[in-house]
């Protein structure tokens, strides 16, 4: 029993004092300008798990708040891809991807935007 008080406190103190870095990164979180440009070139997923694109730009404020995403969505083959345009409360940033609020079918409805 001695040996187990140490292991519970161990694993809660590690749990208190884990870094955020894996964490999804939403419209409210932190990201600088530098951030930003470091999303360039990663995946696009729609909220039903397929892969749609990749981040061409995203944009943040003044305040570190991420403001809008650039990305070619469509066809993996390049034809029937378009550019479109999402304000932040339309995606999240997790991990390694961008994951937007809505499902592939819809994402690919969207109108096409040229930045």
Known sequence: MTRI???ILAAALGAAFALPAAAAKGPDQPLTPQDAKGWTGKPVYSNDG???GKVTRLDS????K????YTDIGSTTGSGRHQIILPATR????NDRVVLDMNAAQAT???KMNY
């Not at 404020?61 to 570190?64: L, R």
């Not at 995606?91 to 997790?94: C, D, K, N, T």
């Open 5 to 7: 008080r140490p292991l």
């Open 109 to 111: 409805k969207l109108p």
């Open 61 to 64: 404020s003044a305040e570190n």
């Open 91 to 94: 995606f999240s940033l997790e």
């Open 66 to 69: 991420a403001t809008q995403l």
């Open 50 to 52: 397929k892969e749609l």
